[in-house]
Each structure stands twice: as structure tokens, then as C-alpha cells.
């Protein structure tokens, strides 16, 4: 497969990882690589010092011009378990509303010495802009832009799948509901058929599966019920309330109706499937809280792996 | 260049200069990956009732701002509580004394013990760090350009001296 520019912006000359943007054009090695050092990591929070000197002396800033306190105290936690100094900026409420564009913004960070960015924005593309113009050294991590990526969740998904299921290529997966505005759901199917996940489902609504995504690889169903047959994994997304304009569904509570995740449909799925959600989950809206609850959820299983595989991703960029 | 000595044989005559050392109930941790040897091996000669633990020391390193984070798949795995007991690091070869200084805070990052003591089959001198051994298998002379590395050739132990990659 030939590197995208975007996958060439993400890794330097020696392959070796200098951003992390998005899974897209992402090496099956590289990514095995993260999920590696990530295994080393999800020991050092087991421990009773749950720190290591691996960052010591960097300074990370979390650049949030879109809020989210959970995504942005994950990095945090991350980078206080490998030593780093840490700044948080949710630059939303301030420099942007004064009228000072992203690159300024950037700029003066990188002039008060940041060793690494971890940036959200509402704007797809606004982490991998930020990477063009940052001083060599300087490594950018995308923490969610617009509908386009949202790399270290899709790595942490896989790091959960390659926990429970060990190995990708005999795996069904099936991603479920908002897929249209998921930048989680685009991380995930980039970096599942990079695996080589050989039946990648995507089950929706027809107005919020988006359109030509089988170019991707994936098979789209409609009928959950038969999307959801014989999955080894089932991922169900987030409703995005917030950036929903309210003509693409007719409630909620018809939605749970038809693709919400309960009992009964999971049923469906091999006994021994697991059920995934990237957070935060809308009880009663995409999942019934007696399968978020349920033996077969590794929900919070993929929140304390995400602290590894992020940690694992910082600890590769900040090491030369 | 000298023959070198056998490590199976350093291995019972280290066992025999620990026995009547340690406490009973002292853990023994070996450092990745020939301290892991040795350390199995004393273990069963010495008869210990605490289980063996292993410590990888990579994320202790001071060099990793100059060589790098490696794809490290070993972890430190210590099978007992480590608060209070008195602990013995076994390691191959100690040299400039850097991987104890990291395993000795690795280790602190799982409690307090009471007291920890080293063991390494072989000093080849050359430290850069205030560290000596509690218990040495033998002193090894070797050419400041090489490193004595410990290999396990399906489950027998071989010294052999090699050119440092510069």
C-alpha cells in the first residue's frame, strides 16, 4: 500500500513515528509496535508507583480548542505516569475568541519549549496543519478533529481487541450506529483492515452510515440483526447529540428501538463476543445498561488501556 | 584471550556463598535477560520458599534519551510482596553498575524492602556508579572494547567476550 502524504507527515525518513495523526495509511508494524510498548505500560499502572522516568523533563501541552475533559485528563494521566510536566489549555474559551488564529496560537506554545502537542479541534485537519508548521522535534498528537480521525482511540480499540481475541485475522467486527459523524468509527476501520480484520461490518441507518464506505472495505447492513450475526466484536458508537441537526433521526428512543445494543440482539453475536464503546455512552439511547454492565462489556477495560497505549505513543514520539 | 570460566559452575559456587546468608524467606529477582538465568538457577539451588521474580529494567534506563524507547515485550513481574522482605537482585555481569542503579528503582516502584542485596555470576570492573556486589560468582578480566555477554544455548549457560559495536 503506498504512504499517503498524510502517513508520510506521521512518520520520519527511518519510519519511525514523528506525529500521530490519524491510523490512515498507518503501517500494520508500526501499530503493532505501539500495541507492544503499550503491554509494558499497562503493568506500570498496576504498580504502586505508578510512574516512570521516560518523559522526564518534557512538557506536553493538551491544546483543546474543543472541550472534552475526559479525552484531554487520559493524556494528562499518560503523560504524568512517563514524568512529563503537563499544561493544559483549553484554548476554545480564550486566545481564539481574542481572534488569534491556530498557527499563532501553536506558535507561542512551541516559543515557551513544548516537546509535544496533543491537540483536539473541531476542524478535521487542524492537527495535521499544526504538524506542517511545528520545529522538527516537535511531535503533534491528534486528540480528535472534526469527523476525521481520533488515532490513539482507534489503537487502544485494537489494543482491547488484541487483548481479548489475541489475533485479527479470523475476526468478525461490526461497528454500530453514528458512523456519519464518528471520527472513532473512521480510526477504527482504517487500522481494523490494516490488521487484516477480514469481515469489517458497519450497521446503521442509512443517514448515518456515510456514503461510499464500502470503498473502505467494510459491509454495510442495515438490519442490525444481521450485521450483528456471528461478530467476534461489536463496537457500538456514541449517538453524537451535539452534532446531530435533528433531521437525520426521528428520536432516540426509536433509535435504541432498532439499533440500540441490548440483550436479546447481542444474542445474535457469538457467545463469547465482546462489546466495545469508546465513551461517553448514552444509557438507553445506542446501549441498554444491562449489556454496558454485562459479562461480555470491556468498556472499562478500554478506558485503563487507553492510558497505556497513550502512554505508549507519547513515549515513542519523545524519544529520539 | 583466556579461557572463561563456566557459569553453570559460578552458578553452584554462588549459591554456596549465599546459603548461609540470606534469610529464609528472602525473594530473589533477576535482571532481563541472563540475571533471569541465573537467578532461576540459584533459586532452585538454594531451595527458596518465596517465588522467583524477574525486573526489566528498560524504563529505568538513563541512556533511553540517547538510544531510544525499544520494542520491550518482557516485563517486571514480581511474584511477592516486597514491602519489608529482604530482596536479592541477581544479575550476569556487573560493570558500569548503571542497570543496578535502574533495577534497584524499578524495584521501589512495587514497595519498600527491607534490605536489598547483589548478586552477579561476574564483575568485569569498569563502573561508573558507586555500586558493589554482595555476592560475586568470580572477577572476570575483559578488554575494555568488549562486552561479556552470558548466552543460554538450550538451557546451558556460555560466557563469550564480544567487540562493542562502537
Given amino acids: 500500500m503506498p ?40 503493568s506500570v499502572s498496576e504498580r504502586e508507583v505508578k510512574k516512570v522516568p ?23 494521566i499518560a503523560a504524568k505516569r512517563l514524568s512529563a510536566d503537563v499544561i493544559n489549555l483549553n484554548v476554545g474559551a480564550s486566545s481564539t475568541s481574542k481572534g488569534e488564529t491556530l498557527l499563532d496560537t501553536v506558535w507561542n506554545l512551541q516559543a ?24 522538527p522535534g516537535v511531535a503533534v498528537i491528534n486528540a480528535g478533529d472534526g469527523r476525521h480521525a481520533h488515532p ?31 471520527r472513532v468509527a473512521r480510526s477504527q476501520i482504517h487500522a481494523l483492515k490494516t490488521l487484516g480484520v477480514p469481515d469489517l461490518r458497519v450497521i446503521g441507518p442509512k443517514t448515518l452510515v456515510p456514503e461510499q464506505v464500502e470503498r473502505l472495505g467494510v459491509r454495510v447492513f442495515h438490519d442490525m440483526a444481521a450485521g450483528l450475526e456471528g461478530c467476534d466484536v461489536v463496537i457500538m458508537l456514541r449517538l453524537q447529540n451535539e ?3 435533528g433531521a437525520l433521526l426521528p428520536s432516540a428512543g426509536e433509535f435504541f428501538k432498532v439499533y440500540g445494543l441490548n440483550a436479546e440482539k447481542l444474542a445474535l453475536a457469538k457467545p463469547d463476543a465482546i462489546v466495545m464503546h469508546p465513551g461517553p455512552m448514552n444509557r438507553g439511547v445506542e446501549i441498554d445498561s444491562a449489556v454496558a454492565d454485562g459479562r461480555q462489556s470491556v468498556i472499562l477495560p478500554q478506558v485503563t488501556f487507553g492510558i497505556a497505549v497513550r502512554m505508549a505513543v507519547m513515549s515513542m514520539l519523545g524519544s529520539p | 584471550m583466556s579461557t572463561l570460566p563456566d557459569p553453570e559452575e559460578l552458578v553452584r559456587a554462588l549459591a554456596e556463598r549465599m546459603r548461609a546468608q540470606l534469610p529464609p524467606d528472602a525473594g530473589l529477582v533477576g535482571v532481563y535477560t541472563g540475571g533471569a538465568w541465573v537467578a532461576e538457577r540459584l533459586h532452585r539451588l538454594l531451595g527458596l520458599s518465596t517465588p522467583l521474580g524477574v525486573l526489566a529494567v ?23 510482596s516486597v514491602d519489608g522482605r529482604e530482596v536479592v537482585l541477581v544479575d550476569d555481569v556487573l560493570h558500569t553498575g548503571r542497570t543496578v542503579r535502574a533495577a534497584v528503582n524499578e524495584l521501589f516502584d512495587f514497595g519498600r524492602p527491607s534490605a536489598v542485596r547483589l ?48
Fill in chain 1, 112 to 135: 515557551m519549549d513544548a516537546d509535544m502537542f496533543v491537540v483536539r479541534h473541531s476542524e478535521s485537519g487542524a492537527a495535521h496543519l499544526i504538524a506542517r508548521h511545528v520545529k
Fill in chain 1, 243 to 245: 452534532r446531530m441537526n
Fill in chain 2, 58 to 80: 528498560t524504563l529505568h534506563r538513563d541512556d533511553f534519551g540517547v538510544i531510544g524507547l525499544h520494542r520491550e515485550s518482557r516485563r517486571s513481574q514480581i511474584p511477592f
Fill in chain 1, 152 to 182: 490513539t482511540q482507534g489503537l487502544l480499540d485494537m489494543y482491547t481487541i488484541r487483548h481479548y481475541k489475541k489475533d485479527f485475522s479470523g475476526l468478525t467486527v461490526a461497528i454500530v450506529g453514528d458512523v456519519l459523524h464518528s
Fill in chain 2, 119 to 166: 548478586a552477579v555470576l561476574a564483575d568485569r570492573g569498569g563502573r561508573e556508579l558507586p555500586v558493589a556486589a554482595d555476592f560475586v560468582g568470580t572477577s572476570i578480566e575483559v578488554a575494555s572494547g568488549e562486552e561479556l555477554v552470558l548466552s543460554n544455548d538450550n538451557g546451558r549457560l556460555r560466557f563469550a567476550a564480544v567487540k562493542r559495536p562502537d
Fill in chain 1, 54 to 76: 521516560v518523559l522526564r523533563g518534557k512538557s506536553i501541552f493538551n491544546v483543546f480548542f474543543e472541550n472534552s475533559t475526559r479525552t484531554r485528563t487520559t493524556f494528562e
Fill in chain 1, 3 to 42: 504512504l499517503s502524504p498524510k502517513a508520510s507527515l506521521q512518520l520520519g525518513p527511518d519510519g519511525r513515528l514523528r506525529h500521530l495523526l490519524t491510523t490512515e495509511g498507518l503501517p500494520a508494524e508500526t501499530i503493532r509496535l505501539i500495541l507492544d510498548t503499550a503491554d509494558q505500560f499497562v
